[in-house]
């Protein structure tokens, strides 16, 4: 089985810092491994994905993740927030593309003024 | 082009009752994916399509539950005899290819499913 773990319900950062949203994973072979933010009332956006290759992945809106195979760990950052980053991101993984995606309980990030 | 759609965005209904939701993938999307998502809780999967096809269905919780996509494009999500505990989001999705092409998928707004 594989599972998503978002250690953290809620971060706090004030804008114009650098922030880090966690995500471990559990899977059986390799991981493809995705974030999505959603905002209210609205559907989950694709930020960013790793499915092989470079450890570091770009994304949209500025975030960047980083793959730690050893960690099991796919934490997602950004370094300067902003106000608008408010919203809850969720990690999630798929088993080498043959299984269908599973999701973290999600992390709210508040981005203060 | 338009993304990912779903009618109605809220339902609310009563114990026992039927209902259908809707979901209209982005076009030229073969694989379309149901999740449920409860308060708090990430999306959780429910039923995948590969075209007309259901290629997983092991997440669908229980027997009252069923998704049909017959022409391979718009997909119902049905659910007979409606309970409480069924009151989630549910949220549809869909990709260019399966899985195993790793192609991100893309979500609708969801649907609210409010049972009384």
């Known amino acids: 089985a594989q599972s998503v773990a978002q250690p953290e319900d809620q971060v706090k950062v004030a804008e114009g810092n650098p922030l880090t949203v966690k995500c471990t994973y559990s899977v059986s072979g390799n991981p493809y491994l995705f974030w999505y933010v959603q905002y209210p009332n609205r559907g989950l956006q694709f930020l960013l994905k790793y499915i092989t290759g470079d450890n570091l992945v770009k994304g949209s809106y500025g975030f960047e993740a980083e793959f730690n195979k050893s960690q099991t760990s796919f934490h997602l950052k950004k370094p300067s927030a902003l106000v608008s980053d408010s919203a809850l991101y969720f990690c999630a993984v798929s088993a080498s593309g043959y299984s269908t995606l599973t999701f973290g309980k999600g992390t709210m990030l508040l981005v203060s003024p | 082009g338009a993304g990912v759609s779903q009618t109605p965005s809220n339902k609310v209904t009563e114990k026992g009752k039927y209902v259908e939701l809707r979901c209209d993938p982005i076009?030229?999307?073969?694989?379309l994916y149901w999740y449920r998502q409860s308060l708090g809780q990430g999306p959780e999967f429910l039923i995948y399509f590969q075209g007309t096809g259901a290629a997983d269905d092991s997440g669908l919780p229980n027997d009252r539950f069923f998704a049909v996509r017959p022409e391979g494009s718009v997909s119902t999500l049905k659910i007979q005899r409606t309970e409480r505990g069924d009151s989630a989001v549910y949220l549809c999705?869909?990709?260019?290819?399966?899985?195993?092409?790793?192609?991100?998928?893309?979500f609708g707004p969801g649907t609210r499913l409010t049972v009384l």
């Open positions: 076009s030229g999307h073969t694989a």
């Open positions: 999705a869909s990709s260019l290819r399966g899985p195993s092409s790793y192609n991100e998928q893309f």
